[in-house]
């Protein structure tokens, strides 16, 4: 990986991959490396004692294909800001091209003016990932696929899909026999649910508010059959969690007999952990984008998808110059599983 | 004044209230707070559009957090179709490189508690005891500074010799730090950071003095290392790494210390550090200046930014307000007997500015100047603004924690006493000129860690001086610098208000003096707005009155 006899894009000289990791998330950032069979590049990022972000560069990147691995996790504008200083610098010392690996991409959710003034704050940080000087951006799972079109730059939006596939295969067995159904917690990823449903060639169905008057509160109502079967709650992002729970309830009400919910981003904010452990759900599964350690010590339904081997994947592609579409529908296979304690 | 909106981020509502109550208008209404998952958002409750918006947010408490809060606010009102939008930033974030403290393990002073540090980036990439390392020669692999992962990358060419004469004297003890806890307001219960020892190495050692864990962020690099072997002499890599807590002062300190100093730009080894690559520390001042631009600002003003050529970096106009005016006026108010004392600078680079204040008054002007020769037994301190373009091998100056037992007699905090630095500290900073008999006034730009000033103030009063007053205009002052004020020998503390004085003012009380900064933003605003000029703001005859 790290010579490749692979002329890359522009200059007629190889150079190698450097991945810097911020400190969002370095487990996911060392597990990437190991994959790669890299060691991750050297560089300190601290605070200076009036809380400004300090980032020292260790080596040379003149000229190198340079992965910053950032993801939007914990406090988000310290790592927004972490992300920026590193593109910026690694800019500075004439890196030939950057590359910002964003698993979770940073408010991500204000992505349109749905009220007056209301800040489209995902715009803003397109702007400023761009005006620091990164040229290609790598995420996973948008909230809205839309906000690739907020770049200039070119940005792979992954998915976690296959793994998310892949895992209801191998660990809900009812799956094999049709008694599954998979289903979308509100009307806004409906898409997402059908487009699993299909793949996984089982029944769909959908959970929705019905928005009543201001001070009553909204009824879940579910539009499908799920008597007799195993549910799977399928969303982008488990947040707070209040949405989760309630379907959850509202499904076992309407006869599911399991509930597991399938999640891209774990953020877990809030008493989150809290609400899964009340609800009737069997298990929580989520991908590695966002760092869960902690709240999966206290919450014994969560269970990880390792999502470093796609990403490294994608990242050996685009240093090499190949297709990343075979990411798009198949989960790469991988050394197995590592140990994802970093 | 009609068609103007002035809003306040979430540092500085104070100075807001106070900068709208002089132009006669109320405070916009916006609704500032964090989701559940942290980030931030931002409701701008009155309507903005034609109109002129003004934001007003000083770079304090969390930077990067009121930064972002900034930049969410003008890229609102931007698509809120506000005709023009005026960042007031009074303290500037990101202004200069800051001086980095130091913990007494040599180890930056960082807000990263210590449980955390081992999972931090800090590290480097690490020898892992692949391959890879070792094809760069059997040296590679014990070195704290492989070279790059990508094999067949030459070295970069290096003097021969490894061990300068700044690492033997870590070795030695000469210098020998000792370690305190971040909080740095009790003494040495937990080590900061254990460099170059894995966790297994050292609990072993830890259990004969303290339970906490000891987390290495350096962590890669001490599996590497055999611990206590000496493989090759001068190799600094291979001394053997005493525990920190085992070691009472005096004990040679790890070279953990000297490679985190290199890792954080302070310690420099002139030559080779390892490898060959010479770590820097980014600066981001034009990243700032391009974020605030791409989010839509039309207009910066600021207040007595730290480097005025930060002006070039912005395309949009930048007013960069003075407050000496203001400085002036509050001496001649204040200090009876201004016509016989002295103004000081506490360093070189701020010459410029004390002596314009000097001229101004009428007074005279004296200059400290930071000794950076390298002299046998002394290390030099550490460059104010961390440039490690220097060629001059500097030894991260380790503060004193405040209620440490082994605190040397001087109250300002220098390089760990018991060894014969503390003496060197005291008699590298060169006074130019002659204080002797009167009192002192230093002006600095900014009071961060403020090292400067107080170890200003004790070289005017071992040369003399009969009252030492610094007056700073921006008093950031971060960590543990309000307790090293009080400390001090420094009698009163004048500062403005660019930054929330409150918390200070309950700590140092008397000693701290605050000037009001809002009627100088005020009248920027009024005349910008009207498009008037903004000249006479910088006319020294012309200061607007001061509050107390």
Redesign the interface.
Known sequence: M??TNVLAGHGSTTN?I?I????SH??L?KLV?KRLG???????????????????????VRDEDVFIIQT?A?????A??EL???I??CR?ASARRITAVVPSY??A??DR?DK??????G??VA??L???GCDHLITMDLHASQIQGFFDIPVDNLFAEPMMCKWVRDNVPECKNLDCIIVSPDAGGAKRAAAMADKLGVDFALIHKERKKANEVSKMILVGDVRGKVAVLVDDMA??CGTLGKAAEVLIENGATKVYAAVTHG?L??KATSIINSSPLTKLVMTNSIPHEDKALLCPKIETIDISMTLAEAIRRTHNGESVSYLFGNVPDGMGELDVV? | MRNINVFSGSSHPALARSICQRLNMPLAEANLSK??????S????V??RQCDVYIVQS?C?????M???L???I???K??SARRIVAVIPCF??ARQ?E??YKRNGM?????PIEEMD??????????ASA?SSSSGGRQRNSPFPT?????VPETPANGRLDTPTLERLRDGTVSPTFSTPSTSTQGSAADIVPLESPAESSSAISSSSATPTPSSVR?VGKALPNGSLASNRHPANISVPHPLTHSLGNPVSNAAAVQGL???SLHVPGVTGGG?K????K?G??IA??L???GADHIITVDLHDPHFQGFFGVPVDNLSVEPVMVRYIKEHFPDWKKAVIVSPDAGGAKRASKIADRLGIDFALIHKERRQFAGAPAVVDKHGEGSHTTTTVPVSPSPIASPIASPLATPLPSPGSASTVAAASDMLLVGSVAGRTCILIDDIA??SFTITKAARTLVSAGATKVCAIVTHG?M??D?VQRIKKSVVDELIVSNTVPQEEHRKLLGDKLKVFDVGAVLAEAIRRIHNGESISLLYNNLWALETHE
């Open positions: 790290a010579q190698s450097k810097f990791a911020g400190n370095l487990q950032a490396a890299l060691d991750l590049a050297r560089v300190a990022v601290l605070k200076y004692s009036n809380q400004e972000t300090s980032v020292t560069v260790g080596e040379s939007g914990g406090e988000i504008n310290d927004l800001m920026l200083i590193m910026n610098a500075s940073p408010y959710r204000q003016k007056s003034r209301a800040p489209i704050t715009k803003l702007n400023m761009t005006k620091a947040d707070t953020v904010s809030g970093g | 989701f559940a998952n942290r980030e931030t931002v409701e701008i409750k309507s903005v770079a408490g969390n930077v990067n957090d930064l972002v809060e930049l969410i606010m890229h609102a009102c698509i809120a974030p990101y800051p980095t403290p930056p002073l960082s807000r990263v999972k931090f980036a800090t590290v480097f990439g690490g020898p892992s890879e790059s992962t990508a094999n067949g890669a890792m954080s730009g690559y770590h820097w520390a980014a981001s034009k990243l391009d974020l631009g791409v989010a961060d860690t950031i971060s960590g610098a």
